[in-house]
Every structure is written in structure tokens, then in C-alpha cells.
Nanobody, 125 residues
Framework: QLQLVESGGGLVQPGRSLRLSCVVS????????IGWFRQAPGKGREGVSC????????KYADSVKGRFTISRDNAKNTVYLQMNSLKPEDTAVYYC??????????????????WGQGTQVTVSS
């Protein structure tokens, strides 16, 4: 059964870190790029980062560049999003998604075939 399950969200103070996990089942990370998206209340879905199926090529939104890092562990079928120096504007529900095409600029969400259920990240003092 194909499934993406996010975890690791929570409430954190500004400047602190969180690591999100996306456990993937039913598909191979060597065949799919995995993207992270987020949606804040009242706003549209925003692409945050993407890791290509080669496990090397990465893309980041300008808003998170230098603070967030995407990586994966093939043995655990898991993709991570390490989020450092968190800001209140990072507050959102974070989703991971899978696509068979390479990561594209602008993270067009329509390219992604499979989505997780999301995990809430709240950055607040």
C-alpha cells in the first residue's frame, strides 16, 4: 500500500530547530522525488524543498534557504526536513509528497501524485 506519513511537528520557540520525517511505503525513493510543502492558515500551499530520486539534487524555496536541509535514509525509506532557526512565519502544516518527475523550480504541486496527511509546526514564544 502506497503511503507517506509525516511526523516530527510540534510547538517550538523562535530560533529553535525541528526535524520532520516522511516515512514512505509502497514506492522506491530511487524512483521518486520527494518534496516538502507547507500551508499556513488562510494561505495557499507553498513548496519548501525537494530531493530528487538520485538523492543528490536538491531545491529550496528562497524563504528557507540556508535554514532548512532535506535529506534521506534509504534504509529507513524516510526523507527528513531539518529546520533550523525557525521563525513565526514558518508556522504551517507541513506535507511531504512524491513525484516521478525531477524537482522543478517553483515546486508545482500538480506534479506530485501522492501526499501525506501533514504535520503541524507552530513557531511561537
Amino acid at each position: 500500500q502506497l503511503q507517506l506519513v509525516e511526523s516530527g511537528g510540534g510547538l517550538v520557540q523562535p530560533g529553535r530547530s525541528l526535524r520532520l520525517s516522511c516515512v514512505v511505503s509502497g514506492l522506491s525513493l530511487d524512483s521518486y522525488a520527494i518534496g516538502w510543502f507547507r500551508q499556513a492558515p488562510g494561505k495557499g500551499r507553498e513548496g519548501v524543498s525537494c530531493l530528487n530520486s538520485n538523492g543528490v539534487s536538491r531545491k529550496y524555496a528562497d524563504s528557507v534557504k540556508g535554514r532548512f536541509t532535506i535529506s534521506r535514509d534509504n534504509a529507513k525509506n524516510t526523507v527528513y526536513l531539518q529546520m533550523n532557526s525557525l521563525k513565526p512565519e514558518d508556522t504551517a502544516v507541513y506535507y511531504c509528497a512524491a513525484t516521478q518527475v525531477s524537482c522543478s523550480d517553483g515546486f508545482p504541486f500538480y506534479e506530485y501524485d501522492y501526499w501525506g496527511q501533514g504535520t503541524q509546526v507552530t513557531v511561537s514564544s
